[in-house]
């Protein structure tokens, strides 16, 4: 089902800090949302989650940047996938999570430990899995693999690509990392000081780019030459 969501705006004490935005998203796009830091992604992913789930949209579920703002450091990791099952309004079935756990690869954690009880990158891990628990229609990632090295955030984004493969899932992916989204990303929008000023295929605003914030980005690299 392809997403479309109008008039999304934010601001803070008086100051616009999300210009009123549409956005239009098809079944199984991978879209990049990037941008200089401050210029507005992780306000337009919220009140984009925001607004779908006031609509109604109970298929977006997102993925935070640090797996310590979606994991509570005094409860079990099996505690977090009984109450995102709940969430989802899913009974527990150990046949999904087994499928999920072994996409993320995993399968050796002990659900029985608390977060710190796992590596960071496992965690991590752990989160998307949540996340993908009810197949949903929009998965938002703001720069969840930030907080990774970077064999490790290239694996993650790799398991996680693989599990989406045959499903209808779309992803939009927030991220500073320009190298990231334009590997993986098949669009790309661009933010500025509160507003989309691009938003094409990714060759496209990597190869041509019309707006100082997409040519600065792509500034001293030639992304579209780099090993993915
Ligand atoms: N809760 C808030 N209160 C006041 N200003 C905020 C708040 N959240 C974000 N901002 C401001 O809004 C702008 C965009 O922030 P943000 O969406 O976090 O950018 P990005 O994710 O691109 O780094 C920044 O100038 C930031 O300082
Ligand atoms: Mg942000």
């Known amino acids: 089902m392809t997403i479309t969501v109008s008039g999304l705006s934010a601001s803070h004490s008086g100051r616009t800090i999300l210009q009123e935005t549409d956005v239009t998203i098809r079944p199984r796009e991978r879209i990049g949302l990037v941008g200089a830091s401050g210029s507005g992604k992780s306000t337009l992913g919220h009140a984009l989650i925001d607004k779908l789930r006031a609509q109604g949209e109970r298929s ?93 955030a290239a694996s993650t984004m790799s398991l996680l690509e693989n599990y989406l493969s045959d499903r209808q899932t779309a992803l939009l992916l927030i991220t500073h990392d320009l190298g990231l989204a334009a590997c993986r990303m098949d669009r790309l929008m661009v933010m500025q000081t509160g507003r989309i000023v691009e938003d094409a295929p990714t060759q496209k605003v990597l190869s041509a780019p019309k707006t100082d914030a997409a040519r600065s980005l792509c500034l001293h690299r030639s992304w579209l030459e780099l090993p993915c």
Do not use: C, N, Y
């Open 60 to 152: 977006v579920a997102h993925v935070p940047q640090s797996p310590d703002e979606a994991l509570d450091p005094l409860r079990s990791m099996a505690f977090h996938w009984r109450e995102a099952e709940r969430a989802s309004g899913l009974a527990p079935d150990q046949a999904r999570r087994q499928e999920l756990f072994a996409a993320l690869r995993i399968e050796g954690g002990d659900l029985r430990k608390r977060p710190w009880g796992w590596s960071r990158g496992m965690q991590q891990r752990f989160v998307i899995a949540m996340a993908l628990i009810g197949t949903p229609d929009l998965l938002v990632m703001d720069e969840p693999t930030s907080a990774l090295d970077p064999v490790v």
